[in-house]
């Protein structure tokens, strides 16, 4: 197992695949108003090689990508060899092009049928998930990083929204929107066509839901430990939460634990945690202060603060005892290619800073890979490298190369 400082960029399946149609999300999309179609995505199904050759080139030496739990089994008890055999291909790719795959097992999208029969909350989700780990651990084998699950407090949320949901209207549909990366304000139920998430916020995850999660995890843990000898862990949403109250608020203690210290706390066991982080949120007396619309703010409505990443790596490190920290996700939702440049030269030199301060940092995986499909809509653009949607063109923007070289010079020094 090699221990080089990862430099990479991101992608989950759902958002880059495309045709995902045995996921809860492929369903949602066709019911939900104002919620854009995935559709054939970016088709990074069958040009993954593509996409992996063009991070090489850039000079990375990591890629974070999924395998999407509805394929390996679209109906219960059906598993799909085929599918088994494409991520294990995915797998054998990057490990050729010398990529270290850092790959989830989760990220947000489900088996309808899972999503159908009761979902996270059935007592038997457990189990299904311990056998979806136990079909997919032996194409894993020379993994060195697995995330068991993405963002489970953005998860937890999710769950939440749609038991709030079903309580006003029984009967009504699962809606489960992240809308935007890294736990950044979403778009209101059920109308998620709005790009303007920046006076919404989002309400407390449910601690049972999380507890639910965090069992499921360490279900998980067991099994890929005894399977594999890959470091194991699942990646937090930080919230990057800043103090605007009393300096001894109780609320900023309540809310960091219910949104994040929660799952931070389930992370102690691990062999590293991810963090994922994007912006900050001000917190009063009276809770989460919505966020008031500045010239700066990104594509998506949040705050430019490329501080974000450096206040919650040391929040993480401190939280979880000093479990090694894996940058998951980083990035910003812009038009402007320079502006990402910016936001990301600015996040890696807090990442630094703190690494410089004893905080055992090993990679870091700017999202996105690609322009994709952001939960909902298609108009942010998170990516290193453009798609053009009627053509599968790839072309790489300077931030891609950008990046490369900041590698480069961060591993030359």
Do not use: C
Not at 75 to 101: C, D, F, K, N
Not at 365 to 390: C, K, M, Q, Y
């Amino acid at each position: 197992m090699t221990d080089q400082f990862l430099w990479g960029a991101a992608t989950a399946p759902h958002q880059t695949e495309g045709n995902n149609v045995a996921s809860d999300w492929w369903r949602n999309e066709q019911l939900i108003p104002g919620m854009e179609r995935s559709g054939d995505a970016v088709d990074s199904y069958h040009r993954y090689r593509e996409d992996m050759q063009l991070l090489v080139d850039a000079g990375l030496n990591a890629y974070r990508f999924g395998i999407e739990w509805a394929r390996i089994e679209p109906e219960e008890g059906h598993i799909s060899r085929a599918e088994l055999a494409h991520y294990r291909r995915m797998i054998e790719a990057a490990i050729e092009l010398g990529l270290t795959p850092v790959v989830t097992l989760h990220h947000f999208s489900v088996p309808r049928w899972f999503a159908d029969d009761g979902g996270w909350m059935d007592e038997r989700a457990l189990h299904r998930f311990e056998r979806y780990v136990q079909t997919v651990q032996p194409i894993l084998h020379d993994v060195e990083w697995i995330v068991t699950m993405n963002e489970p407090n953005m998860l937890a949320m999710m769950i939440s929204l749609t038991q709030a949901a079903q309580q006003a209207e029984p009967g009504a549909g699962s809606w489960q929107s992240p809308t935007v990366e890294g736990g950044a304000d979403a778009a209101d139920a059920p109308d998620a066509s709005s790009l303007d998430h920046s006076s919404f916020v989002l309400p407390d995850p449910d601690p049972e839901i999380g507890a639910r999660l965090v069992a499921i995890h360490h279900a998980a843990r067991a099994i890929l430990r005894a399977t594999t000898s890959a470091r194991i862990g699942w990646s937090v949403a930080s919230q990057a939460l800043i103090n605007v109250g009393p300096e001894d608020n109780p609320e900023l203690r309540r809310l960091s634990w219910v949104r994040e210290d929660l799952y931070l706390e389930a992370a102690r066991g691990d062999d590293f945690v991810g963090v994922q982080s994007y912006s900050t949120q001000d917190v009063d007396e009276h809770g989460i202060v919505a966020h008031v619309p500045a010239d700066d703010d990104t594509m998506v409505g949040t705050a430019y603060r490329p501080d974000a990443l450096g206040i919650a790596v040391r929040h993480t490190w401190e939280v979880t005892h000093g479990v090694p920290v894996l940058v998951t996700e980083n990035g910003i939702a812009t038009d402007d290619d320079a502006r990402r440049i910016a936001y990301t030269g600015g996040a890696i030199e807090h990442l630094f800073a703190a690494k410089g301060d004893g905080i055992d940092v090993r990679g870091y995986l700017h999202w996105s890979a690609l322009d994709n499909f952001e939960w909902g809509h298609w108009g942010p653009t998170f990516g290193l490298i453009a798609v053009d949607r009627e053509t599968f063109v790839r072309t790489p923007k300077p931030s891609l190369a950008w990046l490369g070289a900041e590698a480069a010079r961060r591993s030359a020094t």
